[in-house]
Every structure is written in structure tokens, then in C-alpha cells.
């Protein structure tokens, strides 16, 4: 019996090479000329809205310090100097999933170094880990000693920087979870620890719920979980704890417009701001505003917790890649992707670190009921 003649287009047959292949390549990251000068024209010819009289931050994004802003990035903010600083990382691409990949690998010069998947979320990027990586990698130059190495591997996530989108619907962070599973398999590691907040903290959840027995431990300083089934636990909150999970429950009302935006219709949100370079600025900058746990006397001084290079490298690196729409998308697939694995406890040594301004508090009995949690701080 003869088989069939099946036809494959050009374009169907580099996809399935694409997704087959394992390989790994250098990446440096390199914007053409020709985006840093768009970047400034388009800059140039901003159109800011009013702003009523005697308010700051209340309304959202205050128009002085946007102004400010959008001035510095045009005129002052040198992109090729943080290119630069990033590029002093070892970065590369390799394909999972039809997805390209980017991912800093930074190994310790320390042997024993264990390996760490830093995982960022949104509005981030690998961009935040910058500072940590040689600490982390080469802890003796900095005071530290050999026994605290890592050898550091920073994804962008899929979606987001320098990192493809994915081309089909359904691709959440339970399957970035798994993605980012398969990367560090391909990278040789068999046991590793994971570290990461806000989606970083949650994608962690879904790979350590899927492959609990690769992973040496797991930090979170976003921890999430549901009540505890078990009314003993359920209620076992201090009077304190209650204040605590209250007041964020109050302040999260004012503080997730953002979320049922990007959940529900994240590219009509994409056209306006992957098309303007103030527009971006405007809406991510107030992420990092509201979550920055600034004093009450001094709400606006956002200087204060972040330079402006730092604030604007993030911005630019979703500006360059032109991520913002499919990385907004992570929250719509969170809500209508099913589900590939019920989650269960996780059984992986847990620390957990509650900042006092995090965005999710949740009572210590609930993270113990749901992790094997192993430190509290």
C-alpha cells in the first residue's frame, strides 16, 4: 500500500526545523541605529494630555515627572551604554516550543556553584537581574564565599524582550513553566534551584508542581496560594496578619485596572502603546510607582528607589523588541488556557520573602498548607 504524497510549504518546513532543533547560540544584543533615531523623532513629537490641578499620582502617571521622563530619554538616556552592560553577560537563543529563546548563562568560576533560574515577570525583564548576577556568580569579589555561588540562568520570558512570541493561542505560564524546564534540561542541569516574583513567582510554581524531584529549593518573594481546605488552617491568622492581608486587599482595588486590561483585551491595548514610546513609558512606569512601597511624605519621589537608566533600560527593551502586546498576553492566556496538571502541594524546600509592600500578601498558614516551607522572611 503506497503512502500518501503529503506537500509541505517553505514556511511549514522551517517551522518544524525550528522546532526540532536543540541548538544553542551566542546572542549579543545589538539595536540598529535606525530604531535609537525613530525612538527620539517619535519622542519629539509626543502629545501629553492635561492633568487636573492639586493631584500627583492619584489619577495615574503624573504628568511632571512623565514630562521629565520622555525628556531624559530623548536627550540625555544613552542606550548603547546599558546595551553594553547587558552585553557583558553571556546570552543566548535556542528554540523550545516555536518559541527563540534568549536567556542569559552566566557560570560561576566556583565549581560547586548551584545551578539558579531567575525568573522575572511584568513589567520586567532580564534587565533587573543585572545587578545581582555578579554577586551571585562570583560571590568571593564581593564579600562573600565560595559556598554561596550560582551559576545564573536568566530567561526572557516567551513574549517578552528579546525573546520570539509564541505564534498560537494557549501559551501561559504553566507552558512557559514547562519551556523553561526544557531549557535548563538542554543546558545539562539536572537538579537546580528557582528564584523569581510577581508571573517569575507563579511560572515557578507550575515547574516546581510539574518537576518537584529536579529542583534543590525554590524562592518566592510573590508566594501564592489558595485557602486551605483544612478550616484549622484556614483560620489560623494572626490579628496582625489579618491587618496586613486586608490593607493590600484594599490597596489592590485601586491597583489592578491594569490586569482586567491585559486579561481580557490585550491587543487593543498593543496598538497605542507599541506605537508610542510615551505611551509605553506612561503605563509601565506607573507599575513601578505603585509598587514601590515609597514613603507617604514623599509618593512622587520614585528617583528615590530607581535611576532613571534603570527605569528606561526596561522601557527600551520593550520599546526595541516591540514585546509590549505579546507580553501583555500572559495574562489572558492565565485566564482562559486550560490547565495541563492540577496543582498540589509543593514538595521543594520553599523560602519566601514578604516585602512589606508586595502586591499579594497571604497568612503564613496558608503558604505552609501549600509549600514545604522552610523560611519566612
Known amino acids: 500500500m503506497s503512502q500518501p504524497d503529503i506537500q509541505f510549504s517553505p514556511a ?11 541548538a544553542i547560540t551566542p546572542f549579543r544584543i545589538n539595536v540598529p541605529d535606525s530604531a535609537i533615531a525613530d525612538l527620539r523623532q517619535r519622542l519629539s513629537l509626543t502629545r501629553l494630555p492635561d492633568q487636573l490641578g492639586g493631584v500627583s499620582w492619584e489619577y495615574g502617571t503624573d504628568l511632571e515627572y512623565l514630562k521629565a521622563l520622555l525628556d531624559y530619554w530623548r ?9 553594553e552592560l547587558l552585553n557583558q553577560h553571556s546570552q543566548f537563543k535556542t ?3 516555536n518559541v527563540d529563546l534568549h536567556f542569559i548563562h552566566q557560570r560561576s568560576s566556583h565549581e560547586s556553584a548551584i545551578p539558579l533560574l531567575l525568573v522575572h515577570g511584568w513589567p520586567g525583564s532580564v534587565s533587573e537581574f543585572s545587578k545581582l548576577i555578579g554577586p551571585l556568580t562570583e560571590p568571593t569579589s564581593h564579600g562573600g564565599s565560595a559556598e554561596d555561588a550560582f551559576h545564573v540562568i536568566a530567561p526572557s520570558l516567551p513574549g ?5 512570541a509564541p505564534t498560537e493561542p494557549g501559551f501561559g505560564p504553566e507552558q512557559m513553566a514547562l519551556a523553561l524546564a526544557d531549557l535548563m534540561e538542554r543546558l545539562g542541569y539536572e537538579q537546580y534551584a528557582l528564584a523569581g516574583g510577581d508571573w517569575g513567582a507563579i511560572i515557578n510554581r507550575h515547574l516546581a508542581n510539574h518537576y518537584p524531584e529536579r529542583l534543590i529549593g525554590l524562592h518566592s518573594n510573590m508566594v501564592l496560594a489558595n485557602p486551605p481546605a483544612d478550616p484549622a488552617q484556614r483560620d489560623a491568622v494572626s490579628e496582625s496578619e489579618a491587618a496586613v492581608v486586608e490593607a493590600r486587599r484594599n490597596y489592590m482595588l485601586n491597583e489592578v485596572g491594569y490586569q482586567q486590561i491585559q486579561g481580557t483585551k490585550p491587543q487593543t491595548l498593543g496598538y497605542g502603546l507599541n506605537d508610542s514610546p510615551a505611551g509605553l513609558a506612561g503605563w509601565i512606569v506607573e ?10 511624605d514623599e509618593p512622587g519621589n520614585l528617583d528615590n528607589n530607581f535611576s532613571k537608566d534603570e527605569i528606561l533600560t526596561n522601557i ?9 502586546t505579546s507580553s501583555a498576553r500572559i495574562y489572558y ?4 488556557s486550560p490547565r495541563i496538571k492540577p496543582m498540589s502541594y509543593i514538595d521543594v524546600p520553599t523560602g519566601a520573602a514578604i516585602f512589606p509592600a508586595e502586591i499579594y500578601i497571604l497568612p503564613r498558614a496558608w503558604v505552609e498548607a501549600a509549600y514545604d516551607l522552610r523560611q519566612w522572611t
Open 75 to 83: 536627550t540625555e538616556f544613552n542606550w548603547r551604554e546599558q546595551e
Open 12 to 22: 511549514q518546513v522551517q517551522q518544524q526545523l525550528a522546532a526540532s532543533s536543540t
Open 160 to 164: 517578552f524582550g528579546f525573546s520570539s
Open 316 to 324: 527600551s527593551i520593550y520599546w526595541f523588541t516591540g514585546s509590549i
Open 287 to 296: 507599575k513601578f510607582h505603585g509598587w514601590s512601597d515609597l514613603p507617604e
Open 95 to 97: 528554540t523550545i516550543d
Open 333 to 336: 492566556e492565565n485566564r482562559n
